[in-house]
């Protein structure tokens, strides 16, 4: 099991990335050398991996994996500049996809929005935060873009007319940040938002509740798609068995959550992860949720102007290895998730 935590700025990251795969060199020659990013800290959207890992899936279909820990803009990056063969940063390649980059997802893991806004115990309605500040991720990411899309399409707030926002890359940081009442409100994941109540603060609303989402999805360049099928379908296999696993076996993803999402102290919190997470996982990809990734980035980049706003998406479904994945997940008899809707509506 090889985690590799990397925190330097996005040139140096790739540039470390190439060598720490390098270092690995006569490690495990009868295995395929396989890298994956992974979020700092951890996160609920990416469980699937880290069972992969652990529970040495990837091993059984004669990978030998490595997940390299970086922010999720550098994971893209070292992606692109070919340092890293693949990230679970769904929004960050829907970005770089209509930027023009020529990249391809191959396999799914979060099927359910799993961000909350979690804040401090005198905050009892999301109008409470009217005035105050939020915590969340960069803009763009999908933290972001959702906590802001629920607030905005049911709450009817909006970031700098009703609430202030503040960018922080790791969502540890955000809980001290909310428990020293720096900010009242702010963007977690599920896993992080658990451990958080447990200290005190509270999940005002969970956006599950409101908008589906396609969370954690993995791409790799489209050369890589091209040249290695074999090695696609490996972390295919590895992926949905990770997500079987997952969805029964709560001693043993105990275990894996401890390990991998740094905000988790005990079994009693990885318990109540896996209460609310166990059933949220698909390796399967659902046409509309994967278009709803790019939706999502295009919006943004109208606002940003990098996407003219009468310019409409292409056909998405070039993006995603759809017949490699759906072929290899009917040999292996995977069983699809049964996902409930959202609860709420607009």
């Not at 140096?12 to 992974?38: H, P, S, W, Y």
């Not at 105990?254 to 009693?268: G, P, T, Y």
Request: glycine share 8%; net charge positive; aromatic share 6%.
């Amino acid at each position: 099991m090889r985690t590799l935590r990397l925190r330097f700025p996005l040139l140096v990251a790739a540039a470390t990335v190439a060598l720490a795969v390098a270092g690995g060199a006569g490690i495990a020659q009868a295995q395929t050398k396989v890298t994956i990013g992974k979020v700092v800290g951890g996160d609920g959207f990416h469980v699937p991996t880290y069972i992969a890992l652990d529970e040495g899936f990837f091993k059984q279909e004669g990978l030998d994996a490595s997940l390299v820990e970086l922010q999720a803009n550098a994971q893209v990056a070292a992606v692109l500049s070919g340092n890293l063969d693949c990230a679970p940063i769904p929004s960050g390649g829907a970005q770089a996809a209509l930027s023009g980059a020529e990249i391809m997802y191959i396999v799914g893991e979060s099927l359910k929005s799993q961000w909350t806004l979690t804040t401090r115990q005198e905050i009892n309605k999301p109008a409470d935060l009217e005035g105050k500040t939020i915590g969340l991720g960069r803009p763009g990411g999908a933290d972001y873009d959702e906590v802001q899309a629920v607030l905005h399409r049911f709450f009817h707030m909006d970031a700098g007319k009703d609430y202030k926002v503040i960018s922080f890359q790791g969502e540890p940081e955000r809980i001290a940040a909310l428990s020293n009442n720096d900010i009242q409100g702010a963007g977690l994941s599920i896993p992080h938002a658990v451990v958080a109540q447990q200290t005190g603060l509270k999940i005002l609303l969970r956006t599950g509740d409101y908008i589906p989402r396609a969370g954690g999805t993995i791409w790799c360049m489209k050369s890589f798609v091209d040249q290695h099928p074999d090695r696609v379908r490996k972390i295919i296999r590895a992926i949905a068995k990770a997500v079987t696993y997952f969805r029964t076996n709560k001693a043993g993803s105990i275990k894996v959550l401890e390990h991998h999402i740094a905000s988790i102290k005990n079994d009693q919190q990885a318990g109540a992860i896996w209460d609310q997470l166990h059933n949220s996982f698909g390796a399967e990809v659902p046409k509309d949720l994967f278009r709803d990734i790019f939706q999502s980035r295009r919006l943004t980049m109208v606002a940003a102007r990098q996407w003219p706003a009468d310019k409409p998406l292409p056909d998405t479904e070039k993006f995603i290895a759809r017949k490699l994945l759906d072929s290899t997940l009917k040999q292996m008899h995977y069983v699809p998730t049964n996902l409930s809707a959202p609860t709420k509506a607009d």
